[in-house]
T-cell receptor, first 115, second 115 residues
Framework: EAGVAQSPRYKIIEKRQSVAFWCNPI?????LYWYQQILGQGPKLLIQ????????DSQLPKDRFSAERLKGVDSTLKIQPAKLEDSAVYLC?????????????FGPGTRLTVL | AQSVAQPEDQVNVAEGNPLTVKCTYS??????LFWYVQYPNRGLQFLLK??????LVKGSYGFEAEFNKSQTSFHLKKPSALVSDSALYFC?????????????FGTGTLLAVQP
């Protein structure tokens, strides 16, 4: 079974630029999560999708971050404009049915550096 | 609000010795508890979970964890450490009474196993 795919793996941009990350979850997984992991901290949930609907985006900085999952499969996370404090690893995860399986399966992450 | 604490930033252990990585939690309802491991430049890998049932949970790579409700702890253990176990370990919790099924992660504990 293929795992969660993410691209790019690394991205370096200057502040005020925009950037987009892509995630393809495990086939059949209805739930998709985007986490932000700042160096020295644990991952923090940014947004959770159930199919193509948003379940939780309470910690998403909506003035600059946006995410979509139009067809209920892959997803994109966008930052516009980026700030220095957005430097982090962005992790995508998916789960089959969080009511029964609970744990998420994580992709390798995208490491973003904002200069 | 639910939270997770990992009191040790780093744990050092000699190869062949038993290891323990500590985790305590706080939730309003019944906890769902998880351990993940993160190797350099890799995503999070699921190790084990406690949902209900036996307090001693066995997981991948010989790891186990013991759920202690009275002490609100879920410490990760392994009888004999390997150098290859050296990595960053995250404890996470989900509240079964929560409105969403998001995981709250601790800050991580770096495990260093010396040969």
């Amino acid at each position: 079974e293929a795992g969660v795919a993410q691209s790019p793996r690394y991205k370096i941009i200057e502040k005020r630029q925009s950037v987009a990350f892509w995630c393809n979850p495990i086939s059949g997984h209805a739930t998709l999560y985007w986490y932000q992991q700042i160096l020295g901290q644990g991952p923090k949930l940014l947004i959770q999708f159930q199919n193509n609907g948003v379940v939780d985006d309470s910690q998403l900085p909506k003035d600059r971050f946006s995410a979509e999952r139009l067809k209920g499969v892959d997803s994109t996370l966008k930052i516009q404009p980026a700030k220095l404090e957005d430097s982090a690893v962005y992790l995508c995860a998916s789960s089959l049915d969080p009511r029964t399986t609970f744990e998420g399966f994580f992709g390798p992450g995208t490491r973003l550096t904002v200069l | 609000a639910q939270s997770v604490a990992q009191p040790e930033d780093q744990v050092n252990v000699a190869e062949g010795n038993p290891l323990t990585v500590k985790c305590t939690y706080s939730v309003s309802g019944n906890p769902y508890l998880f351990w993940y491991v993160q190797y350099p430049n890799r995503g999070l890998q699921f190790l084990l979970k406690y949902i209900t049932g036996d307090n001693l949970v066995k997981g991948s790579y010989g790891f186990e964890a013991e759920f202690n409700k009275s002490q609100t702890s879920f410490h990760l253990k392994k009888p004999s450490a390997l150098v290859s176990d050296s990595a960053l370990y995250f404890c996470a919790v989900r509240d079964d009474g929560g409105a969403t099924n998001k995981l709250i992660f601790g800050t991580g504990t770096l495990l260093a196993v010396q040969p």
